[in-house]
C-alpha cells in the first residue's frame, strides 16, 4: 500500500477550517482506493509569526523538504497588516518557498459547473455548458525577479525606479513543456500569450514556445495571442481556450481574471509545480485554494471547503500519480454541488450548508 508523505500548511483564518475539511475527504478516498496518507502539519503565515516570529520557520521548511508535496492553505489577515512588508505573511512564506522549491509552474483550472453559471458576472447565454479551461502561468522568473530592481534619485533629483523582465529560452522551455503535458490531458489546444508585438522578452517566448511544440509536440495544436487580446477574449469567450500559457506578470493578472470570470473563490484550486522531482520521482509540488484567507467569513462555519479539497485532487495527480483517485474528488465535488449542497457564496440567496456539511455532501458523493 502506497504511503502519501506530505507537508500540511493550513495557515491563517479559514485555513485551518477548510483544511481539516479537504483532509477528512482525503481519508475517505485514501481508504477507497487502498492508499495511506503521513500529513505532517506545521505553523505557516501568521500563526508562525505569532508563535515563531517568523512567516516561515525554519522547521517547517525542513518538513516540506522532507516531503513529497506541501498541501498549503492560506496565509495573511487584518492581525499581520501592520508589519513592515517583507515580514507580511504572504511574502515572508509563500514567495520564499516558490523560491526555494523553484516552484515555476502554476496551473491553475478556470472551472465554473454550468449549474453554478449565475456566479459568473459574465451573462449566463455566453457560457451554456460552463467554463472548463486552464491557465498555466510561469511563477519564478520575468519582471518579479530580474534585477536591476531599484529606485535611484538621478542627478538632477528626480526619483527612477526600474524593474526589468528577463527570460531565458531555458525557463521558457520548461514552462513550454508544462503547459504541452496539459494540453495533451486534455483537447491538445494549446494558446501561449505574450506581448511579442513590443517586448523583446515576449519574442524570444513566442519563437522558443513554437519551436519546443513543433520538436515535441506536433499533435498539438499551437496558437499565439497578444495579451491586451487575450485579456478581452476571457470576457468574450472564455471557452475558445482550453489550455493557455503565459510568462509571470501576465499571468499574475490573467488567472485573476479567469477567477471572477468563473465566478467564486471557493471553487478554485491551484497546483504549483517545481523543478525538482520528489521520492517517488513525479514533480514535487505546492496545492492551494486560489482564494485568501476570507477575514470576512473565518470561524463562521460558513467558508466553501471546495477549492482545498480540489487541491488535494491536483496533489494526487501531480506529485503521487493518482489519476483516479484525482478525479473520483473532482467528481464527488461536482456532485455534491449540482445536487444541491452549496455554501453561501455559490448559493445565490437560496438554501446553504456550512463548512462541514457540504464536505460530507462531497464524501456521500464518493460512494
Ligand atoms: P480573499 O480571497 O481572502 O477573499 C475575497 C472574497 O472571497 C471574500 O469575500 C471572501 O469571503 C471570499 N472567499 C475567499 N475564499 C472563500 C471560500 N473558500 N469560501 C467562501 N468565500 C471565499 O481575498 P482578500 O480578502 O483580498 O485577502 C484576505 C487575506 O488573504 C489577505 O491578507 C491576503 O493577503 C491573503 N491572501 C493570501 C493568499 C495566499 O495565501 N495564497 C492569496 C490571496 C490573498
Redesign the pocket.
Known amino acids: 500500500m502506497p504511503t502519501l508523505k506530505f507537508a500540511v500548511l493550513a ?5 485551518p477550517e ?1 483544511m481539516s475539511e479537504a483532509l477528512r475527504v482525503l481519508g475517505h478516498v485514501a481508504r477507497r482506493e487502498g492508499f495511506a496518507l503521513e500529513p505532517t502539519a506545521a505553523d505557516v ?1 501568521g500563526a508562525a509569526i505569532d508563535r515563531h516570529g517568523k512567516a516561515l520557520p525554519d522547521d517547517t521548511l525542513r518538513l516540506c523538504e522532507q516531503s513529497d508535496a506541501i498541501l ?7 492581525k ?2 501592520n508589519l513592515p512588508p517583507k515580514e ?3 511574502r515572508a ?2 514567495l520564499p518557498l516558490r523560491k526555494h522549491f523553484t516552484l515555476f509552474a502554476n496551473i491553475r483550472p478556470g472551472l465554473l459547473y454550468p449549474e453554478l453559471a449565475a456566479a459568473s458576472p459574465l451573462k449566463s447565454e455566453r457560457i451554456p455548458d460552463g467554463i472548463d479551461i486552464v491557465c498555466i502561468r510561469e511563477l519564478t522568473g520575468g519582471l518579479y525577479f530580474g534585477r536591476p530592481k531599484e529606485t535611484t534619485t538621478l542627478a538632477d533629483g528626480d526619483v527612477q525606479a526600474v524593474d526589468t523582465m528577463v527570460y531565458r529560452r531555458s525557463e521558457i522551455e520548461r514552462i513550454a513543456a508544462t503547459a504541452i503535458a496539459a494540453a495533451r490531458s486534455r483537447k491538445k489546444r494549446l494558446c501561449s500569450i505574450d506581448k511579442a508585438n513590443i517586448l523583446e522578452t515576449s519574442v524570444l517566448w513566442r519563437k522558443t514556445v513554437a519551436a519546443y511544440a513543433a520538436r515535441h509536440a506536433p499533435d498539438v495544436e499551437l496558437s499565439h495571442m497578444y495579451v491586451d487580446n487575450a485579456a478581452m477574449q476571457l470576457v468574450r469567450n472564455p471557452n475558445q481556450f482550453d489550455v493557455f500559457v503565459t510568462e509571470n506578470m501576465f499571468g499574475d493578472i490573467l488567472s485573476d481574471e479567469m477567477a471572477v470570470v468563473c465566478g ?4 478554485l484550486s491551484s497546483a504549483s509545480l517545481g523543478a525538482g522531482r520528489n521520492s517517488l520521482g513525479l514533480p514535487f509540488g505546492l496545492y ?10 473565518a470561524g463562521k462555519g ?7 479539497i480540489l487541491s488535494t485532487a491536483l496533489m494526487l495527480r501531480y506529485s503521487f500519480g493518482l489519476e483516479e483517485a484525482a478525479s473520483r474528488i473532482e467528481a464527488a465535488v461536482r456532485r455534491a454541488v449540482t445536487g444541491g449542497a452549496r ?3 455559490i448559493s445565490f440567496g437560496g438554501a446553504c450548508v456550512g463548512t462541514r456539511a457540504m464536505s460530507d455532501a462531497v464524501i456521500a458523493a464518493l460512494s
Open positions: 495557515g491563517d483564518y479559514i485555513g477548510v503565515g498549503f492553505g492560506s496565509v495573511g489577515g487584518p499581520w497588516e507580511q505573511p504572504e512564506a509563500l467564486s473563490l471557493g471553487m492551494e485554494p486560489a482564494g485568501g484567507t476570507a477575514p470576512d467569513i460558513v467558508a466553501n471547503p471546495c477549492a482545498q455554501t453561501a457564496d
